[in-house]
């Protein structure tokens, strides 16, 4: 079974930008770095509802 990937450009942008702000900001928390990144990149709900849980449990999600 294949893992599951980002599809949209914008959730491809908001995964590397939180990247970025991680090692910028490492005491930065999962949930306000998702909640500025689907704002940054202008994310729908389930975009933002995939990042969120990328960010919090990546294993979880390359199934």
Do not use: H, T
Request: negative net charge.
């Amino acid at each position: 079974m294949g893992s599951i990937s980002p599809q949209g450009e914008n959730l491809k942008k908001a995964i590397s930008w939180i990247s970025e702000q991680r090692l910028a900001n490492p005491d930065q928390s999962d949930l306000i770095l998702a909640e500025n990144a689907a704002i940054r990149f202008d994310l729908n709900p389930d975009d933002s509802e995939f990042l969120l849980r990328f960010i919090k449990e990546p294993d979880s999600i390359n199934n």
